[in-house]
């Protein structure tokens, strides 16, 4: 099992080298190689090969492991969990994580021991990649992917971990949680923002060679790209808050998700509807038209029409970069290698999300923990000391209360202008909201609600659009928080009502 851990068995070696032999790419007797021409001293590490189910080449390899490697048999088929399975087996200080399609430089075991001894702060490092590639489809893979590691070893705070060549101390390893084999290699930056949260620095090793064998292939990259989203939306779908979670930025379509909820997409078009025909906004024309057809769509279509043109952007530019490969330029290729991997993102997202939906997956509060649900908000910002969300000129959202009155008050930092000039009318399950029920402060919207039994209701509003200078979305109010709240007092005079109804009533 994965958590029985290794006891101590006589002198412990300073590394345990963990090779997971799944994604081998044809590579792994070069890695083998690699490992075993090694320079430093040969009882300072131990090799252990993680074997997989469907491993095809299990006698050659115990022939060329001999007793210079442990070979370790487990039912994972993923690099993660095999990874997550050496680190379990491991008897060494220093953990050191690499690929099968990864070799290490000869004297690389020695320069991970002098940069120990030179960096006592370092509580992990990672080593420096160098690419292999056979095709040109695999030269702009690596140019992608090279300049992403490279902005990640030395420009970003935390994003540290790379699984091509990861050294780290066992214990610190366990205390940050480990990689999880159920997020994918989405799991190296879940450990990455876990050792950032808990003051364990990450350090680069440059002089450290690993040479990485790019493929090449586009159906390797469509796998590794859905293999990183599934773990990044399950991650969000668990709504952990331990060390770390607050640093991994919430992807553009995990916001906007919700605003695909048809009943929440009917409240803020019914807001929009009784808003025109109270006569408050038939001007310009042309704003109300987008409005009502943005909201029109949804109502009828939910995230169907997103999906398709998702869709139809991954046909564009998986064609377009097959094309290139064949005729295109290296800069042409790599142009539309990143146009097909940011659209293959965006459509798995969306797909990934629409299935965790599907299986009644945990709400997404953004606004609160009383906040179920919530249709035309636009991402977070931060603006003059606050944070918060723009909503669109209508928005939605669900809250849960107690039943009968309940006290609901939006935040709204006054950025657009004071909030008693904006002209923003509410609707509680259709239903316009008084202006007697509404006490509007510098930077709140608070009223007093009668919430039904079940004590979840629908609150809409709609408000004149505010269009910023140089920014196309279609702003309404800013929120920073919605609470929803209920005195004892309020409950049972709500229930004394209901009883002295159903009496009257019958």
Known sequence: MQNARAPYIGESPLFSIIIPLEYHRGQWELSWLGWTSQTADRSLYEIILVVPPD???REELKVLAGDQARLEFTASDHDIGL??????KARGSYLFFT????????EVIELCIRAIDAHPDWAAFSCRSVPICHNRLSEAEATMYQADIEFGMKQHPWRKVLDQCFVTRRDVYWECGGLREELGHFAEWVLAAAYHARGHAIGYLEEARFHHYYIGEIGELKTFTLDFVE?????????????????????????EWAGFDVSLARAASNAL??????????RPPGEKLRAFWHWGALTLCGDLPARFAARLAVLQSHFGLRALTMIGSSEAIARWMRRYIASLIHLQRLECIRRIRGHAGPAVKFLGDRVLGQAGFHALESSAGHTFRWSEPQAAIRIQGGAGRNTVRIRSPA?????????VHFYLDGVHVDASAIAIGPDSYTM???????????????????????????LGLSVASIEVSQDAGASSAWRVFREDHAQTTT
């Open 231 to 255: 773990g990044e939306i399950r991650y969000l779908s668990e709504a952990r808050r331990e060390p770390g979670s607050e640093l991994l930025e919430v992807p553009v379509e995990w916001v």
């Open 273 to 282: 509807l009784h808003y025109c025909f109270a006569g408050r906004g038939w």
């Open 83 to 88: 990874c997550a399975f050496g680190a379990a």
């Open 415 to 423: 950025l657009r202008a004071p909030l008693r000039e904006i002209g």
């Open 55 to 57: 491993f095809a080449a």
């Open 99 to 106: 690929e099968s399609h990864c070799w290490p430089e000869p």
């Open 448 to 474: 007093d609600l009668d919430l039904p039994p079940s004590g979840i209701a629908i609150l809409a509003w709609s408000c004149p659009e505010l269009r910023g200078i140089g920014d196309s979305r279609r």
